[in-house]
């Protein structure tokens, strides 16, 4: 069974701070999502990395993934109060089409 | 807009009633899924449908059920509701090829059972 793990669940930092957010999952896969999802709101598709090695870069976020490590990382870097959301990585399970969906991690940046 | 879309937005009723919560998917999608999401929680899959044949089930209650109807159109029905049911409730939908670009969500629907 594919499992999907985040770390951390939380994180409050500072403007202006660098720090990454960690996905590990349990069996291979070469496919990787990272949605973003602000309180109350729908989940919004931010990197989809569909290869060893594929680095995603938008803004201030950037990701990254290690099919041999099973992991990938988003990278904050530089932080800003509008990264403020709860952040999910999923994997995609070729044995029936679905992604498996880690428990996300709350971002506070504060001012 | 995500093209998936969902109604109602919102919905409170009494424990014990039905609901129906509607998804339309983006076009030229084939599958649809529905996700539970409580308070500061995570997504619980409930339940897939691929071109109107169920595909995979979550942990969705025996007191939940879903279609998705030939217009590609899909409904989840909970009843016999209990508070323990209010949460967001999200469709997502995807094409063949969703490894390559994975779901796209609808805005949900809140339930709020009182």
């Given at each position: 069974e594919l499992k999907v793990e985040q770390n951390p669940l939380f994180l409050s930092m500072q403007e202006g701070k660098n720090y990454t957010i960690y996905c590990n999952y349990s069996t291979t896969s070469d496919r990787l999502y990272w949605y973003r999802q602000d309180p109350g709101k729908s989940l919004e598709s931010l990197f989809v990395l569909l290869s060893n090695g594929a680095v995603k870069q938008e803004g201030r976020l950037m990701a990254s993934l290690d099919t041999k490590a099973r992991l990938s990382t988003l990278h904050i870097t530089a932080?800003?109060?509008?990264?403020s959301a709860t952040y999910f990585c999923a994997v995609f399970m070729d044995s029936n089409y679905q992604l498996i969906w880690g428990a996300g991690t709350k971002l506070i940046i504060k001012p | 807009d995500s093209g998936v879309t969902q109604t109602p937005k919102h919905l409170i009723t009494a424990t014990g009633q039905r609901v129906t919560l509607r998804c339309s998917p983006r076009s030229g999608d084939l599958s649809v899924y529905w996700y539970q999401q409580s308070l500061d929680q995570g997504l619980q899959f409930l339940i897939q449908y691929y071109n109107g044949e169920e595909r995979a089930k979550g942990n969705?209650?025996?007191r939940f059920s879903a279609q998705q109807f030939p217009d590609l159109h899909s409904e989840l029905n909970l009843s016999?509701?209990?508070?323990?049911?209010s949460a967001l409730y999200f469709c997502a939908s995807s094409a063949q090829g969703a490894r390559v670009s994975g779901y796209t969500f609808g805005s949900g629907t809140r339930l709020t059972v009182v």
């Open positions: 932080a800003v109060h509008d990264l | 969705i209650l025996e016999s509701l209990e508070l323990g049911d």
